[in-house]
Structures are given as structure tokens and as C-alpha cells.
């Protein structure tokens, strides 16, 4: 499984970005996919999270109401619409797949396949 995540960039405070992770691989539309984000000087933390079929999300509080993940199974690819952005957002954003039991996971261990990351600057 191979997973290239883009669309990260320079954004002034207020702005929106949209992400994007290709996946490919065997069964890639089965695994539940992840986006995580780590921050300069700090650790990478969940964000949100897709079911295979993606009926079902989960998020991170600090972008709840603001972030919205969803994917597109006949492409592989899984995005997140990034709005209202602020300069604490700034990180880099990394994809991920988890091939165990089908449950949403903000745990990185359950997650077996990352990509490079995208970098997003968020300017105040």
C-alpha cells in the first residue's frame, strides 16, 4: 500500500485548503483511513478519521465544525476540506490506512500505512 498525500500550502488566517491522499494497493477500499498533523517541536495527533465506505467520520475537537474528511472510493482517495483555518493549524499533515477491524481509530498504532505529509502554513 502506497499513500501520497498533497494539496498542503501557504494560507493566510480564515482561509481554506483542501488536502488530498491517493492510495493504492490491494484492498485499499476497505481500510479505514486517517489524517494526522504534527506541529513543529511537537508530536503528531489525530485528526480525523473515515470509515471503508465512508458513512462514518470522526474528529479531532480542535477542528470539528471546521474540517470535513470524506472519500472517494472509485479514486482511492481520501480528502480533507480544511476551512476557517487558523495559525495553530500549522503542521504537517500526514495520511494513513489501517487495515484491522474496520473501526474508526485515533490511535496511530492502528494505523499500518502513512504517507510523506504535506506541509500547511497557516499565516495570522
Known amino acids: 500500500v502506497q499513500l501520497q498525500a498533497s494539496g498542503g500550502g501557504l494560507v493566510p488566517a480564515g482561509g481554506s485548503l483542501r488536502l488530498s491522499c491517493a492510495a493504492s494497493?490491494?484492498?485499499?477500499?476497505?481500510?479505514?483511513m486517517g489524517w494526522f498533523r504534527q506541529a513543529p517541536g511537537k508530536e503528531r495527533k489525530f485528526v480525523s478519521t473515515?470509515?471503508?465506505?465512508?458513512?462514518?467520520?470522526s474528529y479531532a475537537d480542535s477542528v470539528k465544525g471546521r474540517f470535513t474528511i470524506s472519500r472517494d472510493t472509485a479514486k482511492d482517495t481520501v480528502y480533507l476540506q480544511m476551512n476557517g483555518l487558523k495559525p495553530e493549524d500549522t503542521a504537517v499533515y500526514f495520511c494513513?490506512?489501517?487495515?484491522?477491524?474496520?473501526?474508526?481509530?485515533?490511535?496511530?498504532?492502528?494505523?499500518?500505512?502513512w504517507g510523506q505529509g504535506t506541509l500547511v502554513t497557516v499565516s495570522s
Open positions: 494513513a490506512a489501517s487495515s484491522t477491524d474496520g473501526n474508526l481509530r485515533q490511535d496511530e498504532a492502528a494505523y499500518d500505512y
Open positions: 494497493g490491494r484492498f485499499i477500499s476497505t481500510y479505514v
Open positions: 473515515i470509515s471503508w465506505g465512508g458513512s462514518i467520520t
